[in-house]
Antibody, heavy 117, light 106 residues
Framework: QVQLVESGGGVVQPGGSLRLSCAAS????????MHWVRQAPGKGLEWVAF????????YYAVSVKGRFTISRDNSKNTLYLQVDSLRDEDTAVYYC??????????WGHGTLVTVSS | DIQMTQSPSTLSASVGDRVTITCRAS??????LAWYQQKPGRAPNLLIY???TLESGVPSRFSGSGSGTEFTLTISSLQPDDFATYYC?????????FGQGTKVEI
């Protein structure tokens, strides 16, 4: 079954950190670029980060650059997002997505990150 | 950065209606434009990529057109399952951005 399953979300205080994970199955994970996209409660979609299939290139949205780090372990079919120095405005559902045709072709169900004191 | 502007923000329609949503880019993006459907509490679902290519499994009542800075998503005959929020998304220079969304409601 082709799917992406995120985990690692939770409630964290401002300035705190979390590591989000995305487990891939049913496709050749090591052949595809992967993204993180987030959605604040009641708001639209915001692209967060991208990593090339082999980890050789990484790109970030301006809003998270320097605070978030995307990585992957192709031996474990897993994508990660290390989120540091969290702010109130980082509260969102975080989705991982498989890239094909330079778009988000397959999405996970999301994991909720809540930044609150 | 390229900004994407969708119109309208909300659209009221009935089953069977022909519906058109517009997405404008702040600068030319050639045909690097995709459309997604999102239902409440669910992840988005890819409908169309490269402006007009229908993703596998997406009903043929969905179609996309445009190039450069102006794009449209058309639903030829609105079905009950189509009431949702629709987002456009562009790719340019290793940055991806979404429009603000269009909610299609009864």
């Amino acid at each position: 079954q082709v799917q992406l399953v995120e985990s690692g979300g939770g409630v964290v205080q401002p300035g705190g950190s979390l590591r989000l994970s995305c487990a891939a199955s049913g496709f050749s994970f090591s052949s595809y670029g992967m993204h993180w996209v987030r959605q604040a409660p009641g708001k639209g979609l915001e692209w967060v980060a991208f990593i090339r299939y082999d980890g050789s290139d990484k790109y970030y949205a301006v809003s998270v650059k320097g605070r978030f780090t995307i990585s992957r372990d192709n031996s474990k079919n897993t994508l990660y997002l290390q989120v540091d120095s969290l702010r109130d405005e980082d509260t969102a559902v975080y989705y991982c997505a498989k890239e094909q045709h330079v778009v988000f072709q397959l999405w996970g169900h999301g994991t909720l990150v809540t930044v609150s004191s | 950065d390229i900004q994407m502007t969708q119109s309208p923000s909300t659209l009221s329609a009935s089953v069977g209606d022909r519906v058109t949503i517009t997405c404008r880019a702040s600068q030319s993006i050639s045909r690097w434009l995709a459309w997604y459907q999102q239902k409440p509490g669910r992840a988005p679902n890819l409908l169309i990529y490269r402006a007009s290519t229908l993703e596998s499994g997406v009903p043929s009542r969905f179609s996309g057109s445009g190039s450069g800075t102006e794009f449209t998503l058309t639903i030829s005959s609105l079905q009950p399952d189509d009431f949702a929020t629709y987002y456009c998304q562009q790719y340019n220079s290793s940055l991806w951005t979404f429009g603000q969304g269009t909610k299609v409601e009864i």
